[in-house]
T-cell receptor
Framework: KNEVEQSPQNLTAQEGEFITINCSYS?????LHWLQQHPGGGIVSLFM???GKKKHGRLIATINIQEKHSSLHITASHPRDSAVYIC??????????FGTGTSLTVIP | DTEVTQTPKHLVMGMTNKKSLKCEQH?????MYWYKQKAKKPPELMFV???????INESVPSRFSPECPNSSLLNLHLHALQPEDSALYLC?????????????FGEGSRLTVL
């Protein structure tokens, strides 16, 4: 069983659509991370959350600690948002656990 | 400077070659990581260095040999690799190896073993 589960695995959207990617985890955590990986490229950290909500441009991340659930929202999606989005959690003094990623394609 | 720099970006090697991957960061981070990532899979942890000492080795075969010469540099020495070792090798760093910490990743070194 994976400690971190993401859904959906694959997502195709039209440009301009509102997108939601979900992440559920089963372990106690000190923080949850949303990461972005473009094809063949490195990984960029988008958000680190331990409670509540964070916003950066068109991206919004929320976390519900009681329900062990987080969502990443993209408003007014654009083809340049096409990437793999990875949810990861870290536990105090321990390593990261990664979800299997959500592959997003935004069509013009 | 919030960059983690990895070289080379691409590497092709034979099974008898010896090569090295290099990683550098100048953020003053004291934890550095090597991850291996196969296509369409999440990164898998290989090694963690904390304050220049090897803290975690995830049962990685000895044909992979990490080295941390100083707090800014991390190397991965490769010898007698197998074709199944072909993957994207990602280096990452964080402020330290405790509590909530943001991971900064490099662009990766794409390794092909022939």
């Amino acid at each position: 069983k994976n400690e971190v589960e993401q859904s959906p695995q694959n997502l195709t959207a039209q440009e301009g659509e509102f997108i939601t990617i979900n992440c559920s985890y089963s372990v106690g955590i000190s923080a949850l991370h949303w990461l972005q990986q473009h094809p063949g490229g490195g990984i960029v950290s988008l958000f680190m959350l331990s409670s509540g909500k964070k916003k950066h441009g068109r991206l919004i991340a929320t976390i519900n600690i009681q329900e062990k659930h987080s969502s990443l929202h993209i408003t007014a999606s654009h083809p340049r948002d096409s990437a793999v989005y990875i949810c990861a959690v870290n536990r105090a003094g321990n390593q990261f656990y990664f979800g299997t990623g959500t592959s997003l394609t935004v069509i013009p | 400077d919030t960059e983690v720099t990895q070289t080379p970006k691409h590497l092709v090697m034979g099974m008898t070659n010896k090569k090295s991957l290099k990683c550098e960061q100048h953020m003053g981070h004291r934890a550095m990581y090597w991850y291996k990532q196969k296509a369409k899979k999440p990164p898998e942890l290989m090694f963690v260095y904390s304050y220049e000492k090897l803290s975690i080795n995830e049962s990685v075969p000895s044909r992979f040999s990490p080295e941390c010469p100083n707090s800014s540099l991390l190397n991965l020495h490769l010898h007698a690799l197998q074709p199944e070792d072909s993957a994207l090798y990602l280096c990452a760093s964080s402020q330290d190896f405790s509590g909530s910490r943001e991971l900064f990743f490099g662009e990766g070194s794409r390794l092909t073993v022939l």
